[in-house]
């Protein structure tokens, strides 16, 4: 069994994943939103401060499996510095004193593997990510071949709900509450600008788009019942300019599987939008399950079994957290 950590930002998640079915034996995971809530966004210290608390806890309840654990997981990269800290250092410990191999997982390949919990995996896979940190399109042909192929130049696709439902003062994390205000919205109501859509390059931005949606908030003032207008125009332009650069990138690259992940793929406009996009090519777009879609420690767990079989451990001295990723 491999037990896999992550505490990359706001969620102190820990998994119990056996090696020879996949099978997830444990997992639980602690959310600090409503602590982040009041200030809009995630405190970093105060993240780490609670990971501190929170994954000791969580940790006790392992013990009966601790015999027969064959590695330690936890991702590394890439995250708030003083949150992956807190994994890495309970890692490292771990390993000491149970004596077994660590493994270093990147946040984003734990994404792409939350597809695959108590799965099989199959590859190649084109994989839209769009979470709080990343916007960006990989071309996956295995653990170790993934290749970048587009990515946001500013802000994330869910960066930036979080950053309106702030505008808006309705807290952390803005995704599931803009999701949920645009739902009685008309998306036609503001015509904001597709981000890049005059552009060539096959790349995300959303600052402008975000600017735009703070000029409609300060202008509806008082007028609260705007905001179901400008949150459904947001979700849609914000959506539609992920869905121009994938049909530009489709071009030249038809997809032949197809998957979103990151915790902004639970966005049922986004699904609906992209299963639209993917029917001329008769692409089947593949999704986490919704619990798995947001960060979690079994897809942490899900790529240290595949990193155990392929040897691929980390030295107590070698393994650092890096808040940027390679990938
Ligand atoms: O993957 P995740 O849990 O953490 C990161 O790795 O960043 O993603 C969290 C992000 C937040 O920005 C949140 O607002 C966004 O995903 N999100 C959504 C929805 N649910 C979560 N964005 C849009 N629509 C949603 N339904
Ligand atoms: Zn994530």
Known sequence: MILSIESSCDDSAIAIT???????LFHKKISQELEHSVYGGVV??????????????ILAECEPYFEKLKAVAVTSTPGLAV?????????KAIAVALNIPLIGVNHLVGHIYSLFIERETTFPLTVLLVSGG???????????EIETVAKSMD???????????????????????IEKLAKDGDRLKYNFTVPLHQSPLIAFSY???????????????EAKEKYKDIAASFEHI????????????????????FAIVGGASANLYLRSQIEELLKPYGTKVLLSELKYCSDNAAMIGRVGVEMYKKGLFSSLEELDISPKSQI
């Open 44 to 57: 970093p210290e105060l993240a780490a401060r609670l990971h501190a608390q929170t994954l000791p806890k």
């Open 155 to 177: 802000d994330s696709f869910g960066e930036s709900f979080d950053k309106v439902a702030k505008m808006m003062g309705l807290g952390y994390p803005g995704g599931p509450l």
């Open 18 to 24: 056996e090696v020879a079915t996949n099978k997830l």
């Open 134 to 144: 990343h916007t960006q399109v990989m071309e996956v042909k295995s653990l170790e």
């Open 83 to 91: 949150t992956l800290v807190e994994g890495v250092t309970m890692a």
């Open 238 to 257: 914000a959506t539609k300019h992920l869905i121009m650069k994938l049909k530009k990138y489709f071009k030249s690259h038809p997809p032949e599987s």
């Open 207 to 221: 600052s402008g788009l975000k600017n735009a949606v703070r000029l409609a908030v300060e202008e509806a003032g």
